[in-house]
C-alpha cells in the first residue's frame, strides 16, 4: 500500500512507470532522480510527499534528463495535474512539478518541498494566490524565468532569498 522514502531513489527506471491501484501513498525521494518520460499515479494514492518525485541533476543522469510528464487517474480524489503541476487538492498545494512551462494554477496556496529544486523549465508563473513556499525550492534552477505578480508574496520570497542576486531573473506577469 505504500511506496516507502527512497526506494526507486536513483534507480535506472526508463519510459513508463505506472504505480499500481491500491498503493495508497508516496513517501519523500520515493522516485528520485528517475528517468521515466511518463509517471503514472493511480485513483488509490491518497498522500504523496513533497519531493517524492524529486529530480536532482547528478553526473550522467544530468545529461540524459528528459522532458517528464505526470498524469493521474481522473478518479482520484486528491490530486490532479495541471500546468505542469501535480496538486493536492485538500491543501491546494503543488507537490511535484514536471515540464518546460509551469503555469501554477490561481488558487494554489503552497510550493511545497523540492517541487522547483533543480528543475529546469524555460517559464514558471506563481500566482498571487501563492502564500508559502519551501525554502529548499529554487535550489539548482538555472536559465529560468519566472513570472510573479507585483508585490506578491512569491516576489518577497524571490527577493529574499536572493534569487535576483544570483543571476537569475524573474519579471512581472
Not at 511518463?38 to 534528463?65: C, D, M, N
Not at 510550493?111 to 494566490?129: D, H, M, T, Y
Request: charged share 25%; proline share 3%.
Amino acid at each position: 500500500k505504500h511506496i516507502h522514502r527512497g526506494v526507486f531513489n536513483m534507480h535506472p527506471l526508463r519510459g513508463e512507470l505506472r504505480i499500481p491501484e491500491g498503493v495508497e501513498s508516496i513517501r519523500e525521494l520515493a522516485f528520485g532522480s528517475i528517468q521515466c518520460e511518463k509517471i503514472y499515479i493511480p485513483a488509490s494514492v491518497k498522500w504523496i510527499a513533497g519531493a517524492a518525485f524529486f529530480r536532482p541533476l547528478i553526473g550522467k543522469i544530468s545529461a540524459e534528463r528528459k522532458n517528464w510528464e505526470i498524469v493521474v487517474d481522473e478518479k482520484n480524489k486528491y490530486y490532479y495535474t495541471q500546468g505542469g503541476c501535480l496538486i493536492d487538492r485538500r491543501k491546494m498545494a503543488v507537490v511535484a512539478s514536471f515540464g518546460r512551462e509551469i503555469v501554477i494554477p490561481d488558487g494554489v496556496k503552497r510550493i511545497e518541498q523540492g517541487v522547483l529544486g533543480f528543475a529546469r523549465f524555460n517559464k514558471l508563473v506563481i500566482p498571487a494566490s501563492v502564500k508559502f513556499i519551501d525554502k529548499i525550492n529554487f535550489v539548482g534552477t538555472c536559465g529560468s524565468k519566472i513570472f510573479v505578480e507585483k508585490d506578491s508574496y512569491a516576489e518577497k520570497f524571490l527577493k529574499k532569498h536572493g534569487y535576483a542576486l544570483k543571476g537569475r531573473t524573474y519579471s512581472y506577469v
